[in-house]
């Protein structure tokens, strides 16, 4: 990206979640039940709570992606998302050879030393990297960066041509498709476009990519309200191996409050279409609460207060196999990482459960880090888990790989059965009702997106 001098502050709105109280009344006697009631009241039985899925730091993953002591290379980038190359991958079953696609916003490049400190740095606005093999090894890891992958370096001479960040990629056949959007002084998206990678030979042919540039299906903005589609998706098909197929996509987005109390909340939304028609973006339905309608602003808020990066996977095994997991942070930069349950891809959701507590995020001093935009990996994770990232960056811009690159964790899906000293909630400094921070970097750093 080009360096950034902004130094106001874009603050986001704080709103709680409403969580609903249900109360219970005894139930009527049942056929056959003595005449004359007992004397002694007898309460009326709790309902089973629900298991609370827990997190534990995925180090080696994380380990991946600190480039501490590498030399003219990349060195940190947030925004990551995952697809394997192979889409019956989706939801899993790579083997040593298979290759998984990764794509990332804001990036530094340059070099570092082993304490990471960094010099020669200059930013791209995107940049991509394949992995070959689950494993996270280091050698196993080709990053790419320049236009149309040159290796380039040079400030802004990004991968797809132009200043955008990226949003969510997937696998439909033989291309991987990436959802980017340019962004407006108020660094909000003022676009969303779509990105086409060709896949050649098995692996990514970043000189083939065309773009599609502001598609109306994926984006609008009104007086009031702000919408992006594209911020996750859920490849519910057979040839995604999805276990519960319907042959659709679901294509998650937000709406952004622009005005009023709830300015700069984001709602999260769904829209879908069938798998044979993608990517004709024309035939993409938008979920209106009731039913799906052809009007992208008929859109219903599925979860309120998530980041403008989230997405959707069903869960195989535990207590919720055959439920919908939604990962995202709440309020879009907090230290806040949320789950809730769904019955379907659009919900209805549970009420969200914080199930880690970055310890990175600070607020205020000289240790003003933030973290933000959580989201699951599921093609990566292994069986009974979830994979999931979230993004860390320091106000006013980094300048050492430790405050710009991603934070992994494995979520326990069953944690009846997890093994000992797996499943402990992370430790960190308590969420509370705090909301993020959300503010621009000082210096020409990155900074979180969509706001």
Do not use: C
């Not at 979520?411 to 308590?430: C, E």
């Amino acid at each position: 990206m080009y360096p950034r001098t902004r130094t106001t502050a874009v603050a986001l709105a704080a709103a709680s979640l409403g969580l609903a109280t249900a109360l219970a009344t005894p139930a009527a006697a049942a056929p056959g039940s003595p005449a004359h009631p007992s004397t002694h009241a007898v309460a009326p039985a709790r309902p089973k709570a629900a298991p609370v899925l827990t997190a534990t730091t995925a180090s080696d993953w994380t380990k991946l992606l600190d480039r501490a002591g590498r030399s003219d290379t990349w060195l940190g980038a947030d925004g990551i998302f995952s697809t394997p190359l192979d889409e019956s991958h989706t939801f899993g079953g790579s083997g040593a050879d298979d290759k998984t696609f990764f794509i990332f916003s804001d990036t530094m490049l340059g070099s570092a030393d082993a304490s990471g400190a960094v010099s020669g740095l200059t930013y791209q606005n995107h940049t991509s990297a394949v992995l070959t093999g689950t494993v996270p090894n280091s050698p196993n890891m080709n990053f790419t960066y320049g236009y149309k992958g040159s290796g380039s370096r040079a400030n802004g001479d990004n991968l797809f041509g132009y200043p955008a960040w990226m949003q969510a990629d997937l696998t439909v056949g033989q291309n991987v498709y990436v959802f980017g959007f340019p962004f407006g002084s108020d660094w909000k998206p003022s676009q969303v476009d779509l990105v086409t990678v060709p896949v050649k030979n098995g692996s990514p042919d970043y000189a083939g990519f065309t773009k599609r540039s502001a598609e109306n299906r994926l984006y609008q903005r009104t007086a009031d309200n702000l919408y992006d589609y594209g911020i996750g998706v859920l490849d519910n098909t057979t040839q995604a191996g999805a276990p519960s197929p319907d042959g659709y996509l679901y294509l998650y987005g937000y709406r952004d409050a622009l005005t009023g109390s709830r300015t700069n909340t984001k709602d999260l939304l769904v829209s879908r279409i069938r798998r044979s028609d993608f990517p004709d973006l024309g035939k993409l339905t938008y979920w209106n609460g009731n039913g799906w309608s052809t009007s992208l602003t008929d859109s219903a808020s599925v979860l309120d207060d998530v980041s403008t990066e989230a997405n959707v996977t069903p869960v195989t095994s535990g207590p919720y196999k055959g439920k919908y997991l939604a990962v995202y942070t709440r309020h879009v930069s907090s230290p806040d990482m949320m789950y809730a349950i769904g019955d379907s891809p659009v919900g209805p959701f549970s009420a969200p459960v914080k199930f880690y507590d970055a310890p990175e995020y600070h607020a205020g001093g000289d240790e003003d880090m933030y973290t933000y935009n959580a989201k699951a990996h599921p093609a990566l994770s292994r069986p009974g888990e979830l994979l999931v990232s979230y993004n860390v960056n320091r106000l006013g811009g980094a300048d050492n790989t430790n405050d710009y690159h991603p934070r992994f964790l494995t979520l326990d899906l069953d944690p009846a059965t997890a093994a000992p000293g797996k499943g402990r909630p992370g430790k960190g400094t308590p969420g509370g009702d705090r909301p993020g921070k959300g503010a621009a970097p000082h210096g020409g750093g990155p900074r979180p997106h969509g706001h």
